[in-house]
């Protein structure tokens, strides 16, 4: 039985779970916001009256168990992020997570309400964006124009909205503020809004690289640091955690969605207000519950790993696969293709290719000098094997090559046989 709940995402549901031991709700993600920017509330109503049936587990969002209070409203960004952009005299650049429509149709109102277009940046962005408005949750009229005509408009009249709020390598923020896209640059004036925090795993690095790249090319960037008020959490607070306790009543609670540290506090939370301690069951990957006449106690633990997925084959990549792969990604890959006889002995020169390693163009002359030193190397006596050559071959360039620039390619010699 889905009911709507609040989150950053447009028709985010909760669900009340029918099992043959009891009724468990299932809340993800959520927070009690009962005026969000597409006005569609949290559905208290049917959540109570589904609650109606004794409920035997709550597994229910715990990311914000360590803060004290409400999540704050959606809407309070809006006027916040209006007050900046009045200030900026050329273009705008703002991000946001690419799932946060209702952040959108923020931006979008603030673009029109300071008589800029909007232009869409980044295939995440651009995707959900067109899909939000062919389902009738972002509405941008004739507002949002392309790239092309963004060139024949004054840079005052210019609002980007761009994928890769959180400086993802790649993304469209990112090559932005290195000036590695092909069609949108900043210049001396422009100005950044980051309407997100660096909130999962690992990013805060990467967000704050991009955050200095564009104030060191004279972008006036408004980010998390500045505590502006661009930002606001899609997660429940203590008081919205607290108010799902008493709208559910479950005999257990399941704290889902975090790390231990926001597993331990929800727990901490609810033994506060008064939920003895063994109600609440913090569940490791591979843990699980055994009911017994309606009394839960952990099972054992079932052991679990990752299981890599990749077009039809599931299970067949591993960590050589994956070892190689980044090898490919970071350093490139070099060809050396040998000529030899039937009797192994080499003819002529090798050919030495590269890709992703360096542009051939300026790093022609390392990759010829690589050749010739690899004849003298593969005709020195006792080489006359295919396999001693092949290995040589490797060994060599992986050494001159590092040498050279202190970079380690994947290197695959190939032998031909003439």
């Known amino acids: 039985y889905p009911f709507r709940v ?21 809340v993800p993600e959520h927070k009690m916001d009962q005026n969000p920017v597409d006005g569609k509330g949290f559905d208290t109503e049917r959540a109570k ?24 409203n959606e809407r309070s960004i809006e006027d916040k992020m209006l007050e900046i952009a009045k200030t900026a005299k050329n273009r705008i650049f703002a991000t946001a997570i690419s799932s946060n429509i209702g952040r959108f149709q923020q931006m979008i109102r603030v673009a029109k309400n300071t008589n800029r277009k909007v232009i869409f940046v980044g295939r995440s ?43 993802q390598a790649g993304s469209s923020v990112y090559r932005i503020a290195t000036d590695a896209h092909e069609k949108v640059w900043v210049e001396e004036g422009d100005m950044m809004i980051f309407s997100a925090d660096p909130a999962p795993p690992y990013t ?18 408004h980010y998390y640091d500045l505590n502006e008020g661009l930002y606001v959490s899609g997660h429940g607070c203590q008081n919205d955690i607290l108010e ?3 709208i559910t009543n479950p005999k257990y609670f399941i704290p889902i969605g975090g790390t231990i540290r926001f597993m331990n506090a929800y727990k901490k939370l609810a033994v506060a207000n008064g939920i003895e301690e063994n109600r609440v069951m913090l ?7 055994s009911l017994n006449n ?4 952990k099972g054992q633990r079932i052991a679990t790993k990752e299981i890599l997925v990749h077009g039809l084959g599931v299970g067949d990549i591993g960590k050589v696969v994956l070892g190689d792969r980044a090898v490919l990604g970071n350093e490139g ?7 030899v006889d039937s009797g192994g002995r080499m003819v002529g020169n090798p050919q030495i290719k590269s890709r992703g390693f360096v542009f051939e163009k300026l790093g022609s002359g390392l990759l010829r000098d690589a050749e010739k030193r690899l004849v003298r190397q593969i005709g020195k006596p006792g080489k006359l094997n295919q396999k001693t050559i092949e290995q040589t071959s490797l060994d060599y360039l992986e050494n001159f090559l590092f040498q050279k620039i202190g970079r380690r390619p994947m290197i695959l010699p190939v032998i031909v046989e003439v």
Do not use: W
């Open 6 to 26: 609040t989150h950053s995402v447009p028709d985010t549901c909760g669900f009340a779970i029918d099992t043959p031991d009891g009724r468990i709700f299932h």
């Open 49 to 72: 009256k589904l609650s109606e049936k004794e409920v035997l587990f709550l597994a229910s969002d715990c990311l914000g168990s360590n803060k004290p209070g409400y999540s704050p």
């Open 125 to 167: 962005v651009q995707k959900k964006a067109e899909m939000a408005n062919k389902l009738g949750y972002l509405d941008y009229e004739d507002c949002v124009i392309g790239l092309g005509e963004a060139k024949k408009l004054s840079k005052s009249n210019l609002f980007y909205i761009v994928a890769g709020c959180y400086g």
């Open 204 to 221: 805060k690095e990467s967000e704050d690289f991009v955050v200095d790249e564009l104030i060191d090319r004279g972008v006036d960037v």
């Open 244 to 246: 799902l306790f008493k």
């Open 283 to 289: 569940l490791k990957p591979g843990d699980n519950i």
């Open 294 to 297: 309606g009394q839960a106690t």
């Open 333 to 339: 890959v070099v060809v050396v293709v040998i000529k």
